[in-house]
């Protein structure tokens, strides 16, 4: 009897574990001292920190490079001198330094940072831009980069143009993770279209909290997008969202009790 208790207890503790929501930094742990948004320094912090993932931006410049930048501007609202992203060259862009004294990196830099830490993975978000035969192209270039650098198992991939999605879905190899993030599609229409998740902002789920459930009925994944407050954490954590996207992964971490 204290044998199948004791089995019983273990069984628990495993299901009890995995139930637990992972946390993805936004845009890398950005937040840390020495760091800014979407820099290699960001990605490094969060493979320290051992969160299950590190989200970024991609954008294609004017002459063709893949760049982890969020966009549309690189440069303050205001600045006279603040640059189109998509429209610049990587050069032009470049000439410029970020908050913390990096430039705006290359997907490749990105993608060998990624590979010196083979617990983190990288959640690569490609950004709208201007036709679907762009995005197309887009979605091409990301493909390749990562089978390039061997990292098919270690990327997953959100977007919030349905084009974009759909791309990822047909051209990726069977079984990369693909969610959207625009809130706009019910769980059911992602399944069939062959998503393996969802992405949405904490109102939309907090909206159509029976999403989650639903998603999950369908073996659907459900990510929420920017939780940074302690209350929402907690309200996301209760509702048992598989991951955060958050600014704040410290705190998310320790409010799941890691
Ligand atoms: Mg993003």
Same mark, same amino acid.
């Given at each position: 009897m204290k044998k199948i208790i004791t089995v019983a207890a273990a069984l628990l503790a495993v299901v009890s574990l995995q139930a637990q929501p992972q946390v993805i930094a936004h845009r890398?742990? $950005? #937040?840390?001292?020495?760091a800014a948004r979407n820099t290699l320094a960001a990605l490094e912090n969060a493979q320290q920190l051992g969160v299950y993932g590190s989200e970024c931006d991609v954008n294609l410049t004017s002459d063709g490079e893949l760049v982890v930048i $969020? !966009?549309?501007?690189? !440069? &303050?609202?205001?600045?006279?001198?603040?640059?189109n992203v998509q429209k610049s060259d990587l050069a032009t862009l470049r000439s410029k330094k970020l908050e913390? !004294? &990096?430039?705006?990196?290359t997907l490749d830099e990105y993608l060998d940072q990624t590979a010196k830490d083979s617990n983190c993975k990288l959640i690569i978000e490609i950004k709208d831009h201007d036709t679907p035969q762009i995005e197309t192209k887009v979605v091409k270039m990301v493909l390749d980069a990562v089978k390039r650098h061997k990292l098919q198992d270690r990327v997953e991939y959100i977007a919030f143009r349905e084009h974009v999605c759909n791309e990822l879905i047909r051209l #990726?190899?069977?079984g990369t993770k693909v969610a959207y993030?625009? !809130?706009?599609?019910?769980p059911k229409y992602l399944h069939a279209a062959g998503y393996t998740g969802l992405d949405y902002k904490l109102d939309v789920l907090k909206k159509n909290p029976k999403w989650i459930d639903e998603a999950h009925k369908l073996g659907l994944t459900v990510n929420v997008w920017t939780v940074n407050k302690t209350e929402d954490l907690k309200w996301v954590i209760d509702h048992n969202v598989d991951y955060i996207t958050t600014d704040n992964p410290v705190e998310a971490l320790s409010l799941i009790g890691r």
């Open positions: 890398g742990y $950005h #937040a840390k001292q020495g $969020h !966009g549309p501007w690189l !440069g &303050e609202k205001n600045a006279p001198d603040r640059l913390n !004294g &990096e430039v705006v990196p #990726a190899p069977a993030l625009n !809130g706009t599609l019910k």
